[in-house]
C-alpha cells in the first residue's frame, strides 16, 4: 500500500514520548517511512515541548527544518504557562512557517483552551491568520471541541485544525459539528481510533475541503490512517483533497 | 470471494489468507449503525480480502450469554470461527460443552456479565479450556495486567489471545510474552509508529495476529499497517493467517 497522491500531513512530530517505548523516531528513520509510503512532507510540533519544554522543543524542530528542506514544516508549539512565554516563541522562530504555525496541547499543559491565558495567543493567531493545531479529545475540559465554536467566532482570522477530531465517534461528531457551524474550522483525522464510516460521515456532512490527513507520526502508525483514507466510499478527488490539497492551501501553498 | 470487490489499495490482501481474530457479528445496543448483519459483515470481509473471521456476537457481549451464543450459532457462516462466549457458571460450561468450541471469549467487566477474574471465581472455566486446548480470548480492555498475570501462572498450558491491547501496552506486554509462552495478541490497536514492525523485527511473528475490530473499526487501518511493515513475506503469512489457524487447530481455509 502506497499513496497514489504525494501526501501533504498537518500533523506530526519529532521526539520522543515518555508513555511507552518509541520505535524508529530519528529524522533519518521518519524520512525513510515517508518515502515508504509517499508523504511528501510533514508538519511538525516538538513532542519535547508538549510534554516539558517549548523552548528547547521549538529549537529542536528548527534543526531538523534545517537538516531536511522540503521535507518538513514547523509548528511553534507554545504553553500558556509561565504568562508570557508563549509570545516569546512565536517571535523567536516566527521564521518557521508564514502564515505562522502554531501547536497547542491543553491536555498535556494542563490549561483549557478557552482560558484567559490562551488569549494574546488566539489574538496573534488571528491577526496573522495563522494555522492553529490543537490536540482534542471528546468532551474534555481542557480541550473538548464542543469548547472551540465561541473561540473560532472570537478570531475568525486563525484556521483552527481540530486535532484527532475529538478521537472516539462523540468526539468526531462534536467536531463536525464545530466545523458545520465555523468555517475557519477544519478536521485534523489522525488518532488511535480508526472507526469504519466516520471518514465518509466527515465528507457528508461538511465536503471534503476542511478534512485533512494527518498521521500523527512518529506518535502513531501513518499507515493506519493511510489505509483508513484509502479504502474509504469517498471519490478519488475528495482522497486527493484529503492527502494533500487541502492542506497545501491552508499553507498558501496550493 | 469476488476479486472485483476486493479494495485496489490492498489487492495483495487476497494472497494472504487472512483471518481476522477480532470480529463481532449482530445488533448492538451500543453502535447502532455500525453493527452488522451476517450478509453485510461477509460482504465487508470481501472487501479487504478477509478470508474468514473468529466471531463473537454481540448479544452475548451486552445482554445474554446463551441467547448470543444461540445468535451466533444461527447466524454461523464457513468463513466465521465462533468465539463462543461464557461465564463461570455450571449451565454455561454445559452449554459450551455441546458447543464443541475452538475458542471461547469472556468478558469481566461490571458493565458486561461481571465475574472475578480470579481462579476462586473463574478457575473451573480455565480449567475447562486448558484441558481441551480451547483458545480464550479476551479483550484487554475487560482485564487488568495484574489480573490476567494471576491467569497465567495458575494456568501454564491456557492458551490466551489478548484483543485490543493497546499501543501504549509494551511495558507490559513485552515482559509477559517472554515469561509466558501461551500468551498472544492481536494488531488491531497495536498501532504505534513503526511498533508492529519493530515487534516483528525483536521478537518473530509467532505472537501475533491479524486483527481489525470489524464492523466498529475499518480493517483499512489495520491492514495498512500489515501491508507496509518491512518485514518478511513468511512473517507476514503468518500473522495474516497461520498463526491463528494454528491456535485454533488446523481449520480449512
Same mark, same amino acid.
Given at each position: ?59 529542536? &524542530? ?25 509570545? &516569546? ?41 495563522? *494555522? *492553529? ?15 472551540? @465554536? ?15 477530531? @475529538? ?43 476542511? &478534512? ?43 | ?28 445496543? %451500543?453502535? #447502532?449503525?455500525?453493527?452488522? #448483519?451476517?450478509? /453485510? ?26 441467547? #448470543?451464543?444461540?445468535?451466533? /450459532? ?29 475458542? %471461547?471469549? =469472556? ?18 472455566? !480455565?480449567? !475447562? ?32 489471545? =489478548?484483543?485490543? %491491547? ?12 517472554? +515469561? ?13 509508529? +513503526? ?13 501475533? %495476529? ?11 487501518? /489495520? ?20 498463526? =491463528?489457524? +494454528? =491456535?485454533? #487447530?488446523?481449520?480449512?481455509?
Amino acid at each position: 500500500m502506497r499513496s497514489p497522491v504525494p501526501v501533504v500531513d498537518c500533523h506530526g512530530h519529532i521526539g520522543t514520548h515518555p508513555d511507552f517505548p518509541a520505535y524508529k523516531i530519528c529524522p533519518q528513520e521518519m524520512v525513510r517511512v515517508m518515502d515508504l509510503l509517499n508523504i511528501e512532507s510533514l508538519a511538525i510540533t516538538s513532542t519535547r515541548a508538549c510534554y516539558n519544554d517549548c523552548r528547547r522543543g521549538n529549537k529542536e &524542530v528548527e534543526d531538523v527544518l534545517r537538516q531536511y528542506p522540503g521535507r518538513f514544516r514547523g509548528y511553534i508549539t507554545v504553553n500558556p504557562n509561565p504568562e508570557g512565554e508563549a509570545m &516569546v516563541q512565536l517571535e523567536c522562530f516566527s521564521h518557521f512557517h508564514k502564515p505562522p504555525l502554531i501547536k497547542f496541547h491543553p491536555d498535556l499543559h494542563k490549561y483549557p483552551v478557552h482560558g484567559p491565558k490562551y488569549l494574546p495567543i488566539w489574538d496573534y493567531a488571528h491577526q496573522t491568520h495563522a *494555522v *492553529v493545531l490543537v490536540h482534542t479529545w471528546d468532551s474534555d475540559p481542557t480541550c473538548g471541541p464542543p469548547l472551540f @465554536g465561541p473561540i473560532a467566532r472570537r478570531f475568525p482570522g486563525a484556521r483552527i485544525l481540530l486535532g484527532h477530531c @475529538g478521537v472516539t465517534w462523540r468526539g468526531y461528531e462534536q467536531s463536525i459539528e464545530i466545523a458545520r457551524n465555523c468555517p475557519n474550522t477544519f478536521l485534523d483525522i489522525s488518532g488511535s481510533q480508526s472507526h469504519r464510516t466516520i471518514l465518509e460521515h466527515c465528507v457528508n456532512q461538511i465536503g471534503d475541503e476542511r &478534512v485533512l490527513f494527518g498521521s500523527d507520526m512518529p506518535y502513531l502508525e501513518a499507515a493506519m490512517v493511510l489505509g483508513r483514507v484509502l479504502t474509504a466510499r469517498i471519490s478519488d478527488e475528495s482522497k486527493a483533497s484529503i492527502l494533500r490539497h487541502n492542506f497545501l492551501r491552508l499553507l498558501h501553498e496550493a | 470471494m469476488s476479486p472485483s470487490n476486493l479494495e485496489p489499495a490492498f489487492d495483495e490482501a487476497a494472497s494472504w489468507n487472512l483471518i481476522d481474530a477480532n470480529v463481532h457479528l449482530g445488533h448492538s445496543g %451500543v453502535h #447502532g449503525e455500525l453493527a452488522l #448483519g451476517k450478509s /453485510a459483515l461477509l460482504a465487508e470481509m470481501d472487501r479487504f480480502g478477509i478470508r474468514q473471521a473468529l466471531v463473537s456476537h454481540f448479544t452475548a457481549e451486552e445482554y445474554d450469554i446463551s441467547e #448470543g451464543n444461540a445468535a451466533l /450459532a444461527r447466524d454461523m457462516d464457513v468463513r466465521f470461527v465462533p468465539a463462543w462466549s461464557a461465564s463461570p457458571e455450571a449451565s454455561i460450561l454445559k452449554e459450551l460443552e455441546q458447543r464443541k468450541p475452538k475458542a %471461547v471469549r =469472556l468478558w469481566f467487566s461490571p458493565l458486561r456479565h461481571n465475574f472475578s477474574s480470579a481462579p476462586w471465581s473463574a478457575g473451573e472455566l !480455565y480449567d !475447562y479450556l486448558q484441558q481441551r486446548a480451547i483458545l480464550m480470548v479476551v479483550s484487554r480492555e475487560e482485564l487488568d495486567w495484574d489480573a490476567l498475570v494471576v491467569i497465567l501462572k495458575d494456568f501454564p498450558k491456557l492458551q490466551i489471545l =489478548l484483543l485490543d %491491547v493497546g499501543y501504549r501496552s509494551d511495558r507490559y506486554l513485552l515482559p509477559l510474552l517472554q +515469561r509466558f509462552p501461551h500468551l498472544y495478541f492481536d494488531s488491531t490497536s497495536y498501532v504505534a509508529h +513503526r511498533q508492529f514492525e519493530s515487534f516483528v523485527e525483536t521478537h518473530g511473528p509467532e505472537r501475533i %495476529v491479524f486483527g481489525s475490530r470489524l464492523p466498529l473499526y475499518t480493517p483499512g487501518a /489495520a491492514l495498512g499497517v500489515l501491508a507496509t511493515a518491512r518485514i518478511s513475506d513468511e512473517a507476514r503469512l503468518a500473522i495474516a493467517g497461520s498463526n =491463528l489457524r +494454528r =491456535l485454533l #487447530g488446523e481449520l480449512p481455509s
